[in-house]
């Protein structure tokens, strides 16, 4: 990381602290339109311990405890995983839930294969670099076991915002205070090398609406 990406690492981190301080629970406690997809495709390959990245307060991750899997929530927002943490004991399903403040600009602290189903719903299109982006689906791709699913949503250069606010290169805009690596279609291509790329699913979220892709795709047995 040089300097300014280090710097626009280091203020996202507190943008988003401040956010959930300020606003908890603000995405609601409804489960996202893609996590009820991810846990129908999970299910279909029998998966029962699944790793959310960038699981903030935890609407995702506790729909999928509440279906039944065992859930490694992560994100680098304290505040955000002390909601959810909070949400789990509400719901009863704090013994299906654990957390782990970590930031995905470092490898993952898990075993290989060591996963099956990873989730992602609007993490990989944060504040990081191109680079950085392949270096997570990598430790994705390490943890994951053979024939394991790995789903994620990005926002896209279709979305309303591309090109507004801030431009801090590499297809990263910061509009509001949030910034966001908005993806051309290549880098799905690229980041499905080695995979099989099962789907890329076009969506709109929010009020903006926010454009967002789906990705589905899974490790070879
Ligand atoms: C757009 S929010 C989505 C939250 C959640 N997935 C949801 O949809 O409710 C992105 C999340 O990624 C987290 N995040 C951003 N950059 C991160 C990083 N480098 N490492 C870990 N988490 C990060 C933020 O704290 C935030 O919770």
Not at 20 to 48: D, I, K, L, N, W
Not at 133 to 146: G, S
Not at 184 to 211: I, K, N, S, Y
Request: glycine share 10%; hydrophobic share 40%; aromatic share 8%.
């Amino acid at each position: 990381m040089n300097g300014p990406e280090r710097e626009l690492a280091k203020a996202q981190r507190a943008h988003w602290q401040q956010t959930y301080g300020s606003h908890p629970g603000m995405y609601g406690q409804e489960p996202s339109a893609p996590v009820r997809h991810a846990a129908t495709v999970f299910r279909a390959s029998g998966s029962r311990n699944v790793l959310e990245l960038g699981a903030g307060h935890g609407r995702d991750a506790l729909f999928l405890a509440r279906e039944g899997f065992i859930v490694q929530a992560t994100d680098f927002s304290a505040t955000g995983l002390e909601q959810l943490r909070q949400a789990a004991r509400d719901q009863n399903v704090a013994d299906q839930v654990s957390t782990m403040e970590h930031d995905v600009r470092t490898p993952l602290p898990l075993a290989d294969a060591s996963v099956d189903g990873v989730f992602a719903h609007m993490l990989l299109c944060m504040a990081l670099s191109t680079k950085e982006i392949q270096a997570v689906v990598d430790e994705i791709r390490r943890v994951l076991r053979p024939g394991g699913s790995f789903v994620y949503t990005v926002r896209h250069t279709g979305d309303a915002h591309y090109g507004a606010g801030t431009a801090h290169g590499d297809d990263i805009y910061e509009h509001g205070g949030f910034a966001v690596h908005f993806f051309p279609r290549q880098l799905v291509d690229t980041l499905a090398d080695g995979w099989t790329l099962a789907e890329v699913h076009a969506f709109e979220e929010g009020e903006l609406p926010r454009r967002l892709w789906r990705v589905t795709q899974t490790l070879p047995r």
